[in-house]
T-cell receptor, first 109, second 112 residues
Framework: GQNIDQPTEMTATEGAIVQINCTYQ??????LFWYQQHAGEAPTFLSY??LDGLEEKGRFSSFLSRSKGYSYLLLKELQMKDSASYLC??????????WGAGTKLIIKP | IAGITQAPTSQILAAGRRMTLRCTQD?????MYWYRQDLGLGLRLIHYSNTAGTTGKGEVPDGYSVSRANTDDFPLTLASAVPSQTSVYFC???????????FGSGTRLTVV
């Protein structure tokens, strides 16, 4: 079966750095997405990785290793507004998105 | 403002009633999707449509139906609601799967 694993919840301090990991086992791979979802709101696009390596976008970076079935989202200089759930999703061989359950990130002052 | 509009925002529905959740996009995206999101679970695909006139079943299609008469609209119908269909429903669209999805603001449905 297809499976995406990410931690259920993480806690970090304002101003610090946090890394949210995602491992996947899917039938085929056509890219990996990270989305941010604030409580009671819709998911919004953060990043897309299809090749191995690190993609940096401001305070957020996303890394992919296809051989290891692994990705992480790195958030730097954490702000209180970064408190949200972070969803990992993989585009499978049929170009369908398979979603992880999400990681709830709690930022403390 | 370009995007996806869902209606209603929230609804309390008696079990056994029929309900249609509306979804309209103005981005001219070919593909549209309906997901449900439940606490502790990832987004689960109910139905999808790759282009107007075609639809397909997702991971959890039972009890739901969709239609795609034109590019902009993709309504989701619950023929006879049951309490297990209590969830938050998101409509999404895409201009090509590797460009990511744009989501509507969601419909919070409670079936009692």
């Amino acid at each position: 079966g297809q499976n995406i694993d990410q931690p259920t919840e993480m806690t970090a301090t304002e101003g610090a750095i946090v890394q949210i990991n995602c491992t996947y086992q899917t039938s085929g791979f056509n890219g990996l997405f990270w989305y941010q979802q604030h409580a009671g709101e819709a998911p919004t696009f953060l990043s897309y990785n299809v090749l191995d390596g690190l993609e940096e976008k401001g305070r957020f970076s996303s890394f992919l290793s296809r051989s290891k079935g692994y990705s992480y989202l790195l958030l730097k200089e954490l702000q209180m507004k970064d408190s949200a759930s972070y969803l990992c999703a993989v585009l499978d061989s049929n170009y369908q998105l398979i979603w992880g359950a999400g990681t709830k990130l709690i930022i403390k002052p | 403002i370009a995007g996806i509009t869902q209606a209603p925002t929230s609804q309390i529905l008696a079990a056994g009633r029929r309900m249609t959740l509306r979804c309209t996009q103005d981005m001219r995206h070919n593909a549209m999707y309906w997901y449900r999101q439940d606490l502790g679970l990832g987004l689960r695909l109910i139905h999808y449509s790759n282009t107007a006139g075609t639809t397909g079943k997702g991971e959890v299609p039972d009890g739901y139906s969709v239609s795609r008469a034109n590019t902009d609209d993709f309504p989701l119908t619950l023929a006879s609601a049951v309490p297990s269909q209590t969830s938050v429903y998101f409509c999404a669209s895409s201009d090509g799967a590797n460009y990511g999805y744009t989501f509507g603001s969601g419909t919070r449905l409670t079936v009692v």
